[in-house]
C-alpha cells in the first residue's frame, strides 16, 4: 500500500510523501525504505532520527526536533494498536483463505460441519459434534465426542479437545494444547493407596479467547471449568478443574492454578504464578512474576512476594531484611 492509503485507512494525518510504497513492516531498527514501523513506547524516540525506515506511525502528539524529507510520519490516536492493525493486512497469506476438508481426515457420523471450513490430513473429529463457520482446524488435532466448536476459530496442530467441551467463537487454541482432559483428584483409601476420582464435568471456553502452545485446562470433577470471553492464556499453563477465570484476565507463561480457584474480570497474572484451590480473586488484580498466592485476594491492587503480599508491604519487608542482614 502508498503511505497515504495507509493513513486513510488508519484515520490518521500524514506529513511526508504520501506516495511511498510500502510493502511490509519492521521494527524501527532494522526496518528498510519499503516498510512501515511504529513509535508508542518513549524509549523508542531515539531511533527516530536514525531509521531507515519509509514511514512511521505516531501519536497525534509525537514532538521532533528536525524534519526528515526521507521519513513520511502517520499520526494516529494510538500508535500501537494501530500497527497491530497494518501487521493483520500485511502478513496475511494464502493458509488465511483456505477451505475444504482432507481426504485424510476422519469425521464421524452426525458431524455438523459449517460454512468455509478447513479441516487439515490427519484430523479426528468424534460423532455429534459441531464446527462453525470459517473454523479452521490443521492435522493431527483430535476432537472427541459432542464437542461444540464456534466460528472463526483457529486451532493449530496436535491440539487435543476432549469430550463435551463447549468452544465458542474466534477462539484461538495454539498447538499442543489440551482442552477438556482429567482433572488431578485423587482420593486416599485405608490401605494408603490412592483412588482416582472421576472427572465427570467438561470445559467451557467463551469467545474471543486465546490459549496458549502446550497449556492443559482440565474438565471440572462435576459442572464445568470456565473461561470467560478475552480472556488470553500464554504457553505452558495449567488451569485445574472447576477454576473459573473472568473476562479479559490475561496470565502469562508457566503459571499453574488449582482446583476450584475463581479468578475475577480484567486481572493480570505474571509467569510462574502458583495458585492454590478453592480461594477467589477479585476483578483488577495484578500478580507479580513467581508470586505464591495462598488466600483469598478482596482488594484490587498489585501483589508481589513469596506469599502474595500488597506490593508496597512486600517491598518494606524486604527493605526490613536486607537491613537485618547486613547489620548482623
Request: charged content about 25%; proline content about 2%; aromatic content about 6%.
Amino acid at each position: 500500500m502508498k503511505a497515504g492509503d495507509i493513513a486513510e485507512m488508519l484515520n490518521g494525518k500524514i506529513t511526508g510523501d504520501s506516495n511511498v510504497e510500502i510493502t511490509g513492516v519492521g521494527k524501527i531498527e532494522t526496518a528498510n525504505s519499503n516498510q512501515i514501523t511504529f513509535i508508542s513506547n518513549p524509549l523508542y524516540e531515539k531511533y527516530y532520527g536514525s531509521t531507515n525506515a519509509g514511514a512511521v506511525l505516531v501519536s497525534n502528539d509525537f514532538k521532533i526536533n528536525k524534519i526528515r524529507k526521507d521519513v513520511t510520519l502517520i499520526r494516529v490516536t494510538d500508535p500501537y494498536l494501530s500497527f497491530l492493525e497494518l501487521i493483520e493486512n500485511f502478513e496475511k497469506d494464502d493458509d488465511d483463505y483456505e477451505t475444504g476438508i482432507s481426504g485424510l481426515s476422519s469425521i464421524a457420523d452426525n458431524v455438523s460441519i459449517g460454512n468455509d471450513v478447513f479441516i487439515d490430513d490427519f484430523v479426528k473429529i468424534g460423532k455429534n459434534s459441531d464446527i462453525g463457520d470459517n473454523t479452521k482446524i490443521y492435522s493431527n488435532v483430535t476432537i472427541e465426542k459432542n464437542v461444540l466448536i464456534g466460528m472463526n476459530c483457529l486451532i493449530y496442530p496436535n491440539s487435543v479437545i476432549f469430550k463435551n467441551c463447549n468452544i465458542g467463537d474466534n477462539v484461538i487454541i495454539h498447538s499442543g494444547a489440551v482442552i477438556g482432559s482429567d482433572g488431578f483428584g485423587q482420593a486416599k483409601g485405608e490401605d494408603g493407596k490412592y483412588i482416582k476420582i472421576p472427572q465427570k464435568g467438561s470445559v467451557k471456553i467463551d469467545d474471543d479467547v486465546e490459549i496458549g502452545s502446550n497449556t492443559n485446562i482440565d474438565r471440572a470433577t462435576i459442572g464445568e471449568t470456565i473461561i470467560s470471553r478475552g480472556v488470553k492464556i500464554d504457553n505452558h499453563v495449567q488451569i485445574a478443574h472447576n477454576v473459573e477465570i473472568g473476562e479479559n484476565t490475561v496470565i502469562a507463561a508457566q503459571t499453574g492454578i488449582a482446583g476450584s480457584t475463581k479468578i475475577g474480570k480484567n486481572c493480570m497474572i505474571g509467569g510462574k504464578v502458583g495458585i492454590v484451590g478453592h480461594i477467589k480473586i477479585c476483578d483488577d488484580v495484578i500478580i507479580g512474576a513467581a508470586t505464591n498466592i495462598s488466600k483469598s485476594i478482596e482488594t484490587p491492587g498489585i501483589y508481589t512476594g513469596y506469599r502474595g503480599r500488597p506490593h508496597r508491604e512486600d517491598l518494606k519487608i524486604e527493605s526490613k531484611l536486607r537491613k537485618f542482614l547486613e547489620n548482623n
